[in-house]
């Protein structure tokens, strides 16, 4: 009570408390406040600006985030949002003069995929084109949700300034912005997703593997009406080649709302008003374009890896940890299942029924699939000067198709660590997804496995499984349901609440409990008690 009422008397807020503390507030750390939601965990995210960006930005959701979306509930309105209402059809990347010019090329290729590729032997949903600025206010308002359920809180116009981690927590000092006000937040971890300038990366000390840079581009945002030159073409992305530089334009509805990006010398590189309504207008082929500038940023299109994912309670996320060119657009969607893998450990950590080597999986197993996804985000950039027949003919043979690296990204078990960074088709192996199984009711075994437990979904007789399973839940204090799945591939699979298989066998063990109990102890750092 006494430094309570020092606190007090000094005028500084008393410190707040909360389970987990997120930086950041885009796209990955709105995913984690909603993931962590669902968990039943308390939080505090904290966002220096005042509001989410206007700009669109990302705008490919790939089918494995929407299953994760789907599973909170937000799938109907990610695809109700007016991006991905209007660009529903759109397909293809084209080379034109400009956009009222004829189609000169379409950059093609068998490791392509987009809204039209039908994964309905993969995946219960498919891709959505809903831009950034559209989705991250949905997760915004069904992560303020969660926090009135679970005592958490969003702080946008709080700026973390520092912090320090011991064996108890991390204890952060917040400024809000509007009022210059300071106070403390004691947190159990922190979830670095503050974008690819991490400043908590810098503070950690921890560097980055360059896979490869791109170039440096400028994106403007603007807003002129292009219905008439652009006619009944229904494109994911137009390379102009009579603007004046390199550039490629975006449509965000189809109509007045429309992105060009612009490779520029380099990071200092600045585009005046007039110069951005120029390039606009020699893009569009219009040189009266009545054009609106709605925003200016700069990016830099490049690959890299942060050397580690986690130190003691923090752990890195989204750009924090790895940033990769938009080619095939992986960055943003492989931010969000980092989020995912992690949110559920955190949990069962924080709920005392897993040990913290649970957490150390985190970074070995979502560190690899980075790399991975990087060079691939790389290769397929390097190959677009082929593709619009510039360079050779050859299309790089180690180009993996957009299935494999969406859905089969695997993460090492105690079988030990994958062979191969992908995996062709989804069968129930070990460190794969879930294999997609249409169920009677419409919904899909992805479905089963909602992020809150684990779950036994089995080709055979469930009895055999039932009682087991209960048992061990119990002595195990996790979730674990059974589901019975005819046709099933693998035979039976203990699924993570994250849908990956952690374990799977072909028959029914001599001691079903006890067998269960071991791989359950093993996944969570956590002996389970044996009947007794």
Request: aromatic share 6%; net charge negative; glycine share 10%.
């Amino acid at each position: 009570m006494l430094e309570v009422l020092r606190h007090l008397q000094r005028g500084a807020a008393v410190p707040t408390h909360t389970s987990v503390l997120i930086a950041g507030g885009g796209l990955v750390g709105l995913s984690a406040a909603v993931f962590l939601s669902r968990q039943g965990i308390p939080f505090v995210l904290l966002e220096r600006r005042e509001g989410l960006s206007r700009h669109p930005r990302a705008r490919g959701v790939n089918p494995r985030t929407m299953e994760l979306l789907r599973a909170v509930g937000l799938e109907p309105a990610v695809r109700a949002a007016e991006s991905a209402r209007a660009l529903s059809g759109n397909t293809g990347i084209v080379v034109v003069p400009n956009l009222a010019g004829p189609v000169l090329a379409r950059l093609e290729q068998d490791y392509h995929t987009d809204g039209t590729t039908d994964f309905s032997a993969l995946s219960p949903t498919t891709w959505c084109l809903c831009h950034q600025d559209e989705l991250e206010p949905l997760l915004r308002s069904r992560a303020e949700d969660g926090a009135d359920d679970v005592g958490g809180a969003l702080r946008f116009g709080s700026e973390l300034v520092s912090y320090t981690q011991d064996d108890d927590g991390v204890t952060a000092t917040v400024q809000h912005l509007a009022s210059d006000r300071t106070e403390q937040i004691h947190a159990k971890y922190l979830i670095a997703a503050d974008g690819a300038g991490s400043r908590i990366r810098s503070h950690l000390g921890i560097g980055s593997e360059d896979l490869g840079q791109v170039g440096h581009f400028i994106n403007i945002q603007f807003t002129a009406d292009l219905r008439a030159v652009l006619g009944d073409r229904r494109f994911i992305m137009a390379y102009t080649t009579k603007a004046g530089a390199r550039c490629a334009l975006l449509p965000v509805n189809n109509a007045d709302r429309w992105l060009l990006h612009v490779l520029v010398d380099g990071p200092g590189t600045r585009l005046p008003a007039d110069r951005c309504v120029e390039l606009v207008r020699a893009a569009a082929g219009v040189p009266d374009l009545d054009v609106r500038i709605d925003g200016v940023v700069p990016w830099e299109s490049a690959g890299r890896v942060a050397q580690a994912f986690t130190a003691g309670r923090v752990f890195l996320a989204g750009d924090a940890a790895h940033v990769m060119p938009p080619s095939g657009a992986f960055g943003s969607n492989t931010g969000v299942q980092d989020v995912h893998n992690l949110a559920w450990k955190l949990a069962f950590v924080l709920r005392g029924v897993a040990g913290p080597e649970l957490l150390a999986t985190y970074e070995r197993e979502r560190r690899p699939v980075a790399l991975a996804t990087v060079e691939q985000a790389v290769r397929r950039s390097n190959d677009r000067p082929r593709m619009g027949g510039q360079g050779g003919a050859e299309v790089d043979p180690e180009i993996r198709s957009d299935q494999e690296v969406t859905f089969g990204y695997r993460y090492p078990t105690a079988e030990g660590v994958p062979d191969a960074p992908f995996d062709r088709e989804l069968t129930g192996r070990p460190g794969t997804r879930v294999p997609h199984v249409p169920l009677p009711d419409g919904s899909s075994t992805v479905d089963l496995c909602d992020g809150t437990g684990f779950t036994l979904l089995t080709a055979g007789d469930p009895a055999g499984w039932e009682t087991a399973a209960h048992a061990v839940a119990a002595r195990a204090h996790v979730p674990l349901s059974v589901r019975h799945v005819p046709g099933l591939p693998g035979g039976t699979l203990l699924v993570r609440p994250d849908g990956f298989v952690a374990w799977r066998t072909a028959q029914v063990p001599a001691d079903p409990a006890g067998e269960l109990g071991q791989v359950l102890g093993r996944i969570l750092d956590a002996p389970v008690a044996a009947a007794r």
